[in-house]
């Protein structure tokens, strides 16, 4: 019996409509276009506005656009993975709330949280229902509020998040298409550089917390920027070595969208062609678990079958990783 491997058949994105643009931000703290472009690569990114609006509103019409481009009811997911670090409530899941929303009656969900890297651990854990054999259909949400986390007022991380969210459908595969390989790790010793200190159960909410603006995303840029430059790269090498890959078998590196010059140095570490790494930094800036699954949505017209592709990602906690995997269909587009 030839292997079974999970295959991504279809991916869809969701970014809001408003545009927080570095113009913009001049006004609100003290920075300027030059700096930021030039430290991060971003020029706007994307802000979901609204009373109430959570990660589950932006994850509702990306999941319904994949459904109706592939053909497929609600009904018919087996799992969904919400990979997210602002779901809309601490619980129930964001995973539990979208699977009403859509109509997925006959699936069980649950969040999965690993700041940055959480779609890229999020498909690799989907990829397991699908090899045993457990499940047909996996779906894996990746999405992010951080203007909900964000503290605009601090130019060290009100500069690089944004809103937006992106899925991918994970199913069986016995053609050599799909997840083939992937190198996961974690290293908690970095917990505090990049955090949010208040709301868990070490500082649950109070009067102080909220005053002493503790319920906000926290980063030593510059520790954190050496750790994910290295981390990352090497992630993304380590796969490659594993699987006996140069940097010419690589169609496309799909990074996760942190800081231009992270991707850079990934890019090179791996020997990959600057013009086959997909970027969209400059429009949407970090959406943390949005990033490579918004990727996938953007690219997945210039994506052909049987192309190789590498995603690698850095996150909080310390987290990153790299996955390797064959991709398993051409557009309709194309």
């Not at 481009?69 to 539990?96: H, Q, V, W, Y």
């Not at 991918?168 to 970095?190: F, N, R």
Request: proline content about 3%.
């Amino acid at each position: 019996m030839s292997k079974i491997h999970a295959a991504i058949t279809a991916v869809n994105g969701y970014v809001p409509e408003y545009v927080l643009t570095n113009q913009e931000l001049e006004t609100m703290v003290e920075t300027n276009d030059e700096w930021i472009t030039t430290r991060t690569g971003i020029k706007e990114r994307r802000i979901l506005k609204g009373e109430g609006a959570g990660v589950t509103d932006m994850a509702v019409p990306a999941v319904e656009g994949l459904l109706k481009k592939r053909g497929i009811s609600a009904e018919e997911i087996d799992l969904i993975i919400f990979c997210t670090i602002t779901p809309d409530m601490p619980f129930p899941a964001s995973a539990n709330i979208l699977a009403d929303r859509i109509g997925a009656k006959n699936a069980w969900g649950y969040d999965l949280q690993a700041a940055c890297s959480g779609f890229v651990f999020g498909l690799a854990t989907g990829a397991q229902f699908i090899e045993s054999g457990k499940h047909k259909k996996v779906l894996v949400v990746g999405g992010d509020k951080m203007s909900a986390i964000i503290n605009y007022q601090d130019r060290a991380t009100c500069i690089i998040f944004g809103d937006g969210c992106g899925c991918a459908l994970l199913e069986p595969d016995t053609e050599g298409y799909g997840i083939i390989d992937s190198v996961l790790k974690t290293d908690g010793s970095g917990a505090n550089l990049l955090f949010q200190k208040a709301g868990g159960s070490s500082f649950p909410a109070s009067h102080e917390t909220i005053n002493a603006k503790e319920h906000y995303a926290y980063q030593e840029g510059q520790a954190v920027f050496k750790f994910a430059v290295t981390n990352m790269a090497e992630a993304a090498a380590e796969v490659m070595e594993r699987n006996q890959l140069s940097g010419d078998d690589i169609a496309w590196l799909v990074p996760h969208q942190a800081n231009k010059r992270i991707i850079d140095a990934t890019a090179s570490r791996t020997g990959i062609d600057p013009e086959k790494v997909v970027i969209n930094i400059q429009r949407y800036g970090n959406t943390t678990n949005g990033t490579i699954p918004l990727c996938l949505w953007e690219w997945e017209d210039k994506f052909k079958k049987g192309d190789n592709l590498i995603l690698a990602a850095f996150g909080g906690g310390f987290t990153w990783g790299s996955i390797f995997l064959k991709w398993a269909y051409n557009s309709s587009k194309q």
